[in-house]
């Protein structure tokens, strides 16, 4: 087993098939085929369907070690790299929607003034996507909701932020200063989707006063049921930076009493190394959030020395 059929075996998966792998690769298709197919034998299985063009089961297993192989080599290479200058190199950052929405701005910014040679590739997602792409090696560093109980995945906290109730303008909610669990459990809700912690976090809170989050609608990603509630489709909880100040429209944000707050933080995968230049990135993320937090209605940060 060599390098040259791992690679080979990657870009198979990657472009689709052996003739667009070897045309990505500056190759033949034969030396491809060659490569893939001596990795089969030395592993004793069949990794790529040829009647479908798919992995196969044992592929997709051989397919997430390679993809963490492919990734340690390129660390390797940038971390080399970074050691005759500043940090250099590509960062795969997957980030929630609400926090993306403000952090995103702000750190592309920093990062092209302190590591002007790491280029970012952002990703948008809910947390479950932006876990599997970590897992599969598609991401190197993630910005979810905690907690998270993926053994594979190590996290840290970054803020945490309140947790509060959008109504439209005309509801009977908006004139108050602050709304009950008691008061909400009157009302179908625009909820976040079941089995997330958001969702976990709001349940037992109804839960421990011997009442329940009656769900008018599930929604997995809590920008978009910040944006449902927006439009007046009902009352949704969502966290505080799901709902700025300078967001406009028809719709109030109130304070909800007998909620915990939301806790956000980092994750990475618990095997390898991160880059130099996704150490440099994270240490810019928790410069941003101490910094902008205090600005932040609702947000908090947490104690961020130790990655800074």
């Known amino acids: ?26 190759t033949v298709q034969s030396n491809i ?34 993809r963490r192989i492919q990734n340690e080599l390129t660390a390797l290479e940038t971390d080399v790299s970074s050691m005759q200058g500043s940090p250099r190199g590509t960062v795969k950052l997957g980030v929630i929607g609400t926090t993306g929405r403000w952090l995103v701005p702000l750190l592309v910014d920093q990062v ?3 590591t002007p040679d790491v280029h970012l590739v952002i ?27 993926e053994p594979e995945i190590r996290t840290g906290v970054l803020f945490t932020e309140d947790k509060v109730v959008i109504v439209p303008t005309g509801h009977r909610f908006a004139s108050k200063e602050l709304v009950t669990l008691e008061d909400l459990a009157t009302e179908e809700l625009l909820l976040a989707a079941p089995g997330t912690a958001f969702r976990r976090d709001i349940d037992a809170a109804f839960s421990a006063r011997g009442l329940e989050a009656r769900a008018k ?63 440099a990135t994270l240490a810019t993320i928790a410069s941003v959030v101490s910094t902008e937090a205090v600005a932040m209605t609702g947000l908090y940060a947490a104690d961020l020395e130790s990655i800074r």
């Open 33 to 66: 085929s060659t490569h893939v197919a001596r990795l089969e034998r030395e592993l004793d299985v069949t990794l790529i369907d040829r009647a479908t063009g798919l992995t196969t089961h044992e592929g997709e297993a051989v397919l997430a070690r390679v």
């Open 217 to 279: 609608l599930d929604v997995d990603g809590l920008r978009l049921l910040a944006t449902m509630a927006f439009q007046g489709f009902g009352v949704a909880i969502v966290p505080a930076t799901a709902a700025p100040d300078w967001i406009g429209g028809d719709w109030v944000r109130l304070t909800v009493q007998g909620l915990e707050r939301r806790t956000v933080g980092h994750a990475v995968r618990r095997r390898g190394m991160l880059s130099v230049a996704a150490q």
């Open 123 to 149: 990703a948008d997602g809910t947390t479950t996507s932006i876990v599997l792409r970590l897992l599969d090696g598609e991401l190197d560093i993630g910005l979810i909701g905690l907690p998270h109980d």
């Open 1 to 26: 087993m060599d390098l040259r059929q791992l690679q080979a075996f990657l870009a198979v998966v990657e472009h689709g098939g052996f003739t667009a792998a070897a045309r990505a690769t500056h």
């Open 112 to 114: 092209q003034a302190r």
